[in-house]
Each structure stands twice: as C-alpha cells, then as structure tokens.
C-alpha cells in the first residue's frame, strides 16, 4: 500500500465509506444518550456522555496520529449527528431503552467499522502490525471507556462482562493479518472484519459469554514444585 499522510487517510478512508464512521457516530452516540438518560443526567451530561461514546475512539485515533484539527470539528454532521442522538436520548429514552437489542445490533456492526478505520489508518502510514491491531481495538472501545469515565464509574471494559475488548481486538487482529498475508482486495477484507465482528458480539450477548475475574493459579504451581521436592528426597532416602 502506497504511504499516504496521516490527515488523507482519516479523510479518504481508503475504500470505507464515508457514511460507515457517521453510522459510527450516530449509533455510539444514541447508546451512549439512553446510557446517560437512564441514570437521570441533565442535557449537559446526556449530550456529553452522547458524544463521549460516538466520538470518543475516533478523537483518541486522530490525536495518537498527530492529525491536526479533528475531523468532527472541520465537518460539522459528526456533531449534529451526536447531537440529535442526544436529543433522541434525552426525550425518548424509555423508547430507547424497550428498542435497545437494536441498538446493540447497530452497535456491534459500527464496533466492526471503527475496527477497520483504526487498522486502515495505521496501515495507510506503514505502522507495524502489532501498533494496527492498538489503534483497531482502541477506535472500537475508547468512546465506551471515555463515556465510564465521564459518568465516574470504573469503566465496563475492564471489568468482568461482555466480550467488546476481546471482540474488537480479534477482529483488528484478523484485519491486520488478511491485510499482511493475503492478497484479498481491502473491501473484501472489511467485509469480512465488520461480519466477524458483528457475528461474534452477537453469539456473545447471545449465549452470554463473559470475561472473567483473573485466575491465581500460583498455590497449583508452588503444589507440584512441592510434590517434586517431595519425590527427589524420597529418591534420595532411598538411594
């Protein structure tokens, strides 16, 4: 892919439409009002944890990148967009709420496009993989954790739950592999990251798969290092 500059490639979006990151913003914007009219916020809170959710991975990947003034504030629709999600929010948060499973299923399809636009991003300017995979997974999940933030409770991508980290991660993880090790056009490869990534938050609200809490496996190691002690003074007795 040839280099291009950091500020053409936020612009261009290579070959992802130019509608998918407003979809983007929209979608995370809405989720991210009822979130915020559900816990009794004022319009200031609602439109803040609104635009939180909706742009908050897109800021944070152009700020990474040094790209100069942000996108939202040189097109003014990614405003008016979380703008009147928040609105939406703020006076229609009971119908929000009863239409939420598709929300989420928006949800999951703009985590896929967020995905592929912190991948394309890093490989347009010829990053390592390893930092695609970064800008990928945080595009997908930093507008959710910015909004945890703002509404000070500790942030739901850390905590025990859903899969939106694990999902986002593997889906920049595939992109960034069928980008590097195959000859796939990059549409096709989008599509088949935003599919992952939908199927996959999908199964996982579905069948209820959850992260866990960490595992403190040391008292099983320190047992075998002590059964083996054990056995080589029992060998030595007896020899």
Aim: aromatic share 10%; hydrophobic share 55%; charged share 15%.
């Amino acid at each position: 892919m040839d280099l291009v500059t950091a500020d053409q490639t936020w612009l261009l979006g290579l070959s992802l439409p130019a509608w998918t990151k407003l979809a983007a913003v929209v979608t995370g914007s809405l989720v991210g009002a009822e979130f915020a009219a559900k816990r009794g916020f004022d319009p200031v809170g609602v439109f803040g944890l609104a635009f939180a959710q909706g742009l908050g991975g897109l800021v944070l990947l152009e700020l990474l990148l040094l790209n100069g003034t942000p996108l939202f504030l040189q097109d003014p629709k990614y405003l008016i967009g979380s703008a009147l999600a928040s609105v939406a929010g703020f006076f229609f948060a009971g119908l929000l709420s009863r239409s939420y499973p598709v929300l989420i299923t928006l949800d999951a399809v703009s985590s896929g496009f967020l995905v592929c636009v912190g991948v394309e991003a890093a490989l347009a300017l010829q990053l390592p993989l390893i930092s695609a995979i970064f800008l990928g997974t945080l595009t997908a999940t930093g507008g959710l954790v910015l909004r945890d933030v703002m509404a000070g409770i500790s942030p739901t991508l850390l905590r025990p739950g859903v899969l939106n980290g694990a999902v986002a991660l593997l889906g920049a993880a595939l992109f960034a592999l069928l980008h590097e090790f195959t000859e796939l056009p990059i549409g096709v490869e989008q599509v088949a990251v935003v599919t992952f990534v939908f199927v996959l938050r999908m199964l996982a609200i579905w069948r209820g798969w959850k992260t866990r809490t960490t595992q403190d496996i040391s008292d099983r190691f320190w047992g075998i290092w002590s059964r083996r002690e054990e056995e080589e003074e029992e060998e030595v007795t007896r020899g």
